[in-house]
């Protein structure tokens, strides 16, 4: 009897731990919500992890730096959700056209210290369920211009320009456009968010030139010229690589 008992123990035991240990692997998911200054909610922003962090014995390590990853877009009532798998904590990048960037640093549905103080402009609702909330203010326009050196009929075809922001934890956020037919690109920024957020300026890189910029909300950023030679328009094809490194 006692054998069986013990037996019969051993097999319960299991079956909980396994239960738990799938139970721990089950993706968990955060709501969230974007609106304007006024309060309204935005529709069809676009939203993706721009870097994630996972834990790894007994801290946090980056896995992704280069902000590739798919991107989402807020519904007609300015709603999103994020699912989290596994332990991992992810920034977020939230943008829509007329509007400067957004983000939500290092949010993980694991941590609740975490989300509610490292998730800028994070909130709660009047449950005890967490929700994000992101704030978005109009953009200040940044506009340049691509010459290239030698060319009386300069083609523009294939050339990106991207728009990067360094922080203080090696993450990067980023975007990308290509020229007009006339060699212009437009992009809305915003200043830079505080810690643990980025620390550094907007940059503009192009065929490998990186252009610091001083981003100020009342003051648009104009006149920002790329002179690149045809063996670096060559080069611009691969910006969106180059960017990223």
């Known amino acids: ?27 968990a998911t955060v709501s969230g919500i974007v609106t304007d ?19 790894r014995d007994g801290r946090w390590e980056n896995v992704l730096r280069t902000g590739g990853t798919r991107k989402h877009t807020t519904d007609e009532n300015g709603r999103f959700e994020v699912t989290f798998y596994n ?3 992810y920034d977020l990048q939230f943008d829509k056209w007329g509007y400067g960037p957004a983000f939500l640093f290092q949010i993980s549905p694991y ?4 989300l509610l103080s490292r ?19 109009k953009g200040v326009l940044v ?16 050339i990106h320009v991207v728009l990067r922001l360094p922080n203080s934890r090696g993450l990067w956020f980023k975007n990308s456009t290509m020229v007009d037919h006339t060699g212009t690109f437009r992009f809305y920024a915003s ?13 503009l890189v192009c065929a490998g030139e990186v252009v610091m ?20 328009k060559r080069k611009s094809s691969q910006g969106l690589a180059e960017a990223s490194q």
């Open 143 to 158: 506009t340049g211009k691509i010459e290239i050196m030698g060319k009386a009929r300069p083609e523009f075809s294939g």
């Open 191 to 203: 200043p830079p968010p505080t810690p643990p957020g980025p620390t550094s300026k907007w940059q």
């Open 87 to 89: 332990k991992v904590r």
């Open 37 to 55: 200054e006024s309060g309204e909610p935005l529709s069809g922003v676009s939203w993706w992890v721009s870097a994630f962090e996972e834990w």
């Open 213 to 232: 910029l001083d981003v100020d909300e009342n003051k648009p950023v104009d006149e920002v010229i790329f002179q690149i030679s045809t063996t670096s």
């Open 119 to 137: 998730g800028r402009s994070a909130g709660r609702t009047g449950t005890d369920s967490p929700e994000l909330r992101v704030k978005m203010k």
């Open 1 to 27: 009897m006692f054998s069986k008992l013990t037996y019969a123990g051993i097999v319960i035991t299991i079956l909980a731990l396994a239960a738990v240990a799938g139970a721990a692997e089950q993706p």
């Open 111 to 114: 941590s609740p210290l975490t």
